[in-house]
T-cell receptor, first 112, second 112 residues
Framework: DGGITQSPKYLFRKEGQNVTLSCEQN?????MYWYRQDPGQGLRLIYY???????QKGDIAEGYSVSREKKESFPLTVTSAQKNPTAFYLC???????????FGPGTRLTVL | GQQVMQIPQYQHVQEGEDFTTYCNSS?????IQWYKQRPGGHPVFLIQ???SGEVKKQKRLTFQFGEAKKNSSLHITATQTTDVGTYFC????????????WGLGTSLAVNP
């Protein structure tokens, strides 16, 4: 069964802690993305990767870091430098960066 | 920079009424994609339009791409409660970075 998985669905962390969100896809897609969505807001691009071992900053990369060591995986670390990390985080993938994107179910991160 | 704007931001209709959302780009787009996000869910791809003046239908949904390829619309005929959600449009970045530029979305509420 192909798709994108994100875990966990809900995540709680204390302020000042780094946290890593998981994103795995078995669609054999080259491109992967991380978006942040705040209540009533659109999708803001954090980082994207066109191919394994390569990634680029999106519009709001400050306070976040990523890696793309495997084609299937694109984890996102929310660092303590991110001023307001509480949000809904969505991971997506596509065959190429301008193709239809497939989204995971998202992770709701709450920093207390 | 390049912008994709959607109007209206919110729309509240009675079940059975029609609904239209508009997407306007500051630059000519090679294509445009539409997505739907149900409340609490993740965006799901609906359609991609490529040709100038293209019109595509999916049951009660009609998608149009403007002649100048700078605007697009999504029209829903006789809305149902299952149409509730946020509709996003997205188009390719005109610059060197191969990524999509997203509109902020139109949130549709339907009164039964």
């Amino acid at each position: 069964d192909g798709g994108i998985t994100q875990s966990p669905k809900y995540l709680f962390r204390k302020e000042g802690q780094n946290v890593t969100l998981s994103c795995e896809q078995n669609l054999n897609h080259d491109a992967m993305y991380w978006y942040r969505q705040d209540p009533g807001q659109g999708l803001r691009l954090i980082y994207y990767s066109q191919i394994v071992n390569d990634f680029q900053k999106g519009d709001i990369a400050e306070g976040y870091s990523v890696s793309r060591e495997k084609k299937e995986s694109f984890p996102l670390t929310v660092t303590s430098a991110q001023k307001n990390p509480t949000a809904f985080y969505l991971c997506a993938s596509s065959p190429d960066t301008l193709d239809e994107q497939f989204f995971g179910p998202g992770t709701r991160l709450t920093v207390l | 920079g390049q912008q994709v704007m959607q109007i209206p931001q919110y729309q509240h209709v009675q079940e059975g009424e029609d609904f239209t959302t508009y997407c306007n780009s500051s630059t000519t787009l090679s294509n445009i994609q539409w997505y739907k996000q149900r409340p609490g869910g993740h965006p799901v791809f609906l359609i991609q339009l490529v040709k100038s003046g293209e019109v595509k239908k999916q049951k009660r949904l009609t998608f149009q791409f403007g002649e100048a390829k700078k605007n697009s619309s999504l029209h829903i005929t006789a809305t149902q409660t299952t149409d509730v959600g946020t509709y996003f449009c997205a188009g390719p970045n005109a610059g060197n970075n191969r990524k999509l530029i997203w509109g902020l979305g139109t949130s549709l509420a339907v009164n039964p």
